[in-house]
Each structure stands twice: as structure tokens, then as C-alpha cells.
T-cell receptor, first 112, second 113 residues
Framework: KQEVTQIPAALSVPEGENLVLNCSFT??????LQWFRQDPGKGLTSLLL?????REQTSGRLNASLDKSSGRSTLYIAASQPGDSATYLC???????????FGAGTILRVKS | DGGITQSPKYLFRKEGQNVTLSCEQN?????MYWYRQDPGQGLRLIYY???????QKGDIAEGYSVSREKKESFPLTVTSAQKNPTAFYLC????FGEGTEAFFGQGTRLTVV
């Protein structure tokens, strides 16, 4: 059974800092890994999608990497801003069963 | 605009009642999913469907039922058998295979009164 773990559970940083969020998964037979953002009381917004054949994806100040063989992904946020404060979730979709399996998320607070 | 629409945004259920949450998508996606989110926790899969007229149980299906009569629609019924239904419910859809992105609705907050 696929299990996804996110570290740290919570993170508080001053504005302007670069930061890294970690995601690990137990079964490397995945199609994709996707990073989402969730604001309080809202649905999930897709940030980045990495296909299993890719090593990284970039969007603006966000960069996500994938090491499929070791079961790890990192989300790098450059020059953090208070507007980045949210919960960040990673999810993998497996080659078998097509179920999207989530980690518990990292709660990020960027202080101005 | 393409996307996923969940309704209602807020729903109140009395003890012993069944309630149905709506999820509609116009993205032409084959797969649809229902997740439950409790405060401070991640998303847990209730049911998912990969094709019309077929669906599979997720990790916490007890007390819930679904149908998939149309590609665009995947309603979730919270039955009276679900003893602790108060939660935030999220619907998602995607295509299959590598490179397919999942999209989410804005959620329905269900409260038992």
C-alpha cells in the first residue's frame, strides 16, 4: 500500500527566506507526483506536476524535484512571501489502481 | 470555464438523515474521486470511479455511497450509517496515465446538527 509522508509538519519562516518542503513515498511505481496548495477552508490548487520520467519542474518561484528511485520529492520556494502562507500537499498517482494518495501536508507560515 | 463544481458549499445534516453532495466536471475527465478532510489531517479517499457505471471503495468507504451514471457527475451520499460525518469533502477529477493533472473542486463543509 502506497504511503506518502511530508516533512516538516509545520514551518514558520521570515519573509524572503528560501525554503524546502519534503515528500517521500514508499512505492516507486508511480505515474506522477503533484504538489498542491490549500488555503484555509478552500479546495486544492495544483502547483506543479512531475511525470515519473522527469526530474524537475519549475513555475515562477517554485521548483519541484523528483527522485523516483529513492521515493523522494522536494518543493523549493524561493524568496518566500506572506502570501505563500498555506498548507502544501504532495500526492502520487500509482501505475496500478490510479488512486491519488496524499501526504498529511506541511503548514507554512511566512512572517512579514 | 472548465473546472469542477461542488455544491452546496455548506451543508447541515440532522441525525439519521441521508444527504447528497454534488460534484460536476466539464473537463472530459474519465476518473473522479471523493476525499474527506478532517481538521489538521490530510485527505483520505472515500470512493473513486475510473469509468461510467463503475466505482471502487477507497480507504474509508463505510457509511458512504456513490453513483456514476454520467461521465460529468459523481454524487456522494453520506448515509445515516456514517457515525461521524462532520468534515470537509473534496471532489477531484483527472485523466489516466503519465502526465495527467488532477483538479479539485472548492469543497463542501458538512456539519451534523
Amino acid at each position: 500500500k502506497q504511503e506518502v509522508t511530508q516533512i516538516p509538519a509545520a514551518l514558520s519562516v521570515p519573509e524572503g527566506e528560501n525554503l524546502v518542503l519534503n515528500c517521500s513515498f514508499t512505492d516507486s511505481a508511480i505515474y506522477n507526483l503533484q504538489w498542491f496548495r490549500q488555503d484555509p477552508g478552500k479546495g486544492l490548487t495544483s502547483l506543479l506536476l512531475i511525470q515519473s520520467s522527469q526530474r524537475e519542474q519549475t513555475s515562477g518561484r517554485l521548483n519541484a524535484s523528483l527522485d523516483k528511485s529513492s521515493g523522494r520529492s522536494t518543493l523549493y520556494i524561493a524568496a518566500s512571501q506572506p502570501g505563500d502562507s498555506a498548507t502544501y500537499l504532495c500526492a502520487v498517482i500509482g501505475e496500478y489502481g490510479n488512486k491519488l494518495v496524499f501526504g498529511a501536508g506541511t503548514i507554512l507560515r511566512v512572517k512579514s | 470555464d472548465g473546472g469542477i463544481t461542488q455544491s452546496p458549499k455548506y451543508l447541515f445534516r440532522k441525525e439519521g438523515q441521508n444527504v447528497t453532495l454534488s460534484c460536476e466536471q466539464n473537463l472530459n475527465h474519465d476518473a473522479m474521486y471523493w476525499y474527506r478532510q478532517d481538521p489538521g489531517q490530510g485527505l483520505r479517499l472515500i470512493y473513486y470511479s475510473q469509468i461510467v457505471n463503475d466505482f471502487q471503495k477507497g480507504d474509508i468507504a463505510e457509511g458512504y455511497s456513490v453513483s456514476r451514471e454520467k461521465k460529468e457527475s459523481f454524487p456522494l451520499t453520506v448515509t445515516s450509517a456514517q457515525k461521524n460525518p462532520t468534515a470537509f469533502y473534496l471532489c477531484a477529477s483527472s485523466m489516466f496515465g503519465e502526465g495527467t493533472e488532477a483538479f479539485f473542486g472548492q469543497g463542501t463543509r458538512l456539519t451534523v446538527v
